[in-house]
C-alpha cells in the first residue's frame, strides 16, 4: 500500500482522495509547510507521493518565503500577501524540491486563472491537474495520474547482469522509461552527457534490444575518424571513385540495415556529410562515395554529443535542418556522477561488485578466498558499514568512512569511467597488498578476525584520488581562519534590504562553491562552527538560493 501526504488547509481533497483512491494510505495532511517537513522527516523515506494544493488561507507567519520582507517592499503588503496566499503551493513546492529532489509531486489547483503549468513545469512537478470540489470526473482523472506515477516508481531491483546502473531515484526511473519509450520507435535519438556518463552503453545494451530491430548495432565515434575518410566510412566507396580507392567497400550504413546506427560526438561530422545524413533521415537513401545510384537503407540512427548542438546551430557548426530532425524535442541528458549524489553508496555497491569481476581481480580475490579458508566466486557486497555478522558464504570490501567521504565528494570529471577504473585499481592494490604478505588482517584493523571482510585501506583510496585532483582545488585550503574576499555587484533596489540581500547572496554563492557545496565548511568559516551547517542551509533558503540549482552550477 503506497504512503501519500496531503498538504492542503482544508480537508475537501482528503476526503475527496479517500472516496475514489481507497487502496491507497493517506497521511495526516499537512496545513503549511512547517506541517509537512515535519510529516516528511518523521516519515524519512516511506512518503510515496505528495499531492499539493495551490491556494493556502493560512495565517501570514505560516507563509513562505520565510524572509517575506524584499517582497513587501515592492507595493501594497496587503495585495502582496493574498498573491502569496494564492500561490503558496508553488512557494511549498519549491521547498520540498530543495531537500527531496526526486519526491513526486502533484500539483492541484481548483483555480483556472492560475498559469499553473509554467511554474509547476519550472520546479519539476511530477504532474499537475485542475480539480472542481467533488467533482467525480476530476477525481477520476488524478487517481489515473496517481497510479501512472507509483507504477513508475515501483521497479525491480538493480540487477548486476544489467550493464547500466539505473538507481533508484525517481527522476532515473522517468529516464529510464522515456528511452524505452523512445527504443520502440522509429525517430532518431539524441542522447546528450557529459564524457564518461554511459552514452555509447546505453545505447548499445538498452536502445538497440528494445527498438525490437533484427539488424545489428553499429557504432561510430567520429572524432577518431580523419575527416578526408568519414565520408567512405559512413557511406562506402566505389573502386576508382578517388585515388587509392583500390577496391568498393560498403560503409557503415550498409552493415547496419536492418538494426542500429550509433554516431558517438555527431558535433564533428563536417556540415557537407550533415547534409548527407539528412537525406537519409528524410528519404532514407544514401549514395556511396563515386556512386551514381542510391541506395535505399532502413537504420534507427542514435547520436551522442557532450556539446549543445543548438548552440552549434547558432554558431554556425551544425545544420539546423539536420537538429530538427534528430528530434531535439526528445533529446535525453545522461546525469554526471556529481548530479547522483542520492545514488552513490549503492552506485560504489554496483561498480565495485562489477570491477572485482574482472579477469585480474577475480584471481587476486580467488587467491584471497584460498588462503584464508572461502569458497571461490563468493558473491561480493561494499560499502563503509562492516555486516552484522560474519558470512563465510560472501565477501565484504569495506571503505573507512573518511575514504567513502573523498570518495563521494570527487568532482569525478571522468564520471563513471573514471570511478570504475578508480574503483578496480582500489581492489587490486588492496588484493595483491593482502595476497602477498599472506596473513591474517592486522587486529587493530576493521574487520578484525573477518576473512569475510576486506578493509580498503585509506592511504590507497588518497593516493590514488590525488593525483586526480586538480591543482587549483588542492592550493585553495578553506580550513585556516582569516577574511575571504569576493567581488559583488551592487546594484540599486527598492530597499537597504533588499539591496543588502542581493549583495549576501552574491557572497554566499561565492562562498558555497570556493567550499565545494561544503555547508559546514562555510559555517567553520562564518560562525566558527563546522557543525552550524543547518544554519547556513536555513539562511541560504531564507535569501530564495536553491542549493540544488547551486549544486549543478558548481558542477559544471
Known sequence: MSSILIIDDEDSYLELCRRHMPEHSFLPPAR??????????????KVDLVLLDVHFDIPEADLLPQDKAALLARGDASRQIERLRRSQGLHILAAIRERYPDLPVIVMTSRDDLPLETDAERLQAEDYTYLLADDYLDARSLKLQVDAILARRERPAANDDDPFYWGATGAMSSLQRRLSILARGRLPIIIQGATGTGKSLVAREFIHPRSQRPGPFVAVDLSTLPTDLMAAHLFGVIKGAYTGATNTREGVLTRAHGGTLFLDEIGNLSLELQKSLLLVLQEGVYRPVGAVKEIVTDIKIVVATNENLGA?????????????????????????????RDDFEDLLAWFMRQVVGEAYNRDLLGQYAEQRGLAANLPISAGRGVPPRADVRRIHFLLHPSSFKLLHDFEWPGNFRQFAMTLSNLVTFTLVELVERAEKIEPQRPGEGRPDVIPIPPKIVSDLLRPMTPPEVVDLPMAAAGPRRFVVDLEAGDSLNAVSCAVERQYLEQLYERCGADLGQMAALLLGDETAG???????????????????KTGE
Open 32 to 45: 503549511n509547510y512547517r506541517e509537512a517537513a515535519d510529516t516528511l522527516r518523521r516519515h524519512a523515506g
Open 312 to 340: 552549434l546551430v547558432r554558431a554556425g557548426r551544425f545544420r539546423e535542418d539536420l537538429y530538427m530532425r534528430l528530434n531535439p524535442a526528445t533529446a535525453v541528458t545522461l546525469p554526471s556522477l556529481r548530479e547522483r
Open 534 to 552: 543547518r544554519k547556513i542551509q536555513l539562511r541560504m533558503n531564507q535569501l530564495g538560493m536553491k542549493l540544488r540549482l547551486l549544486k549543478r
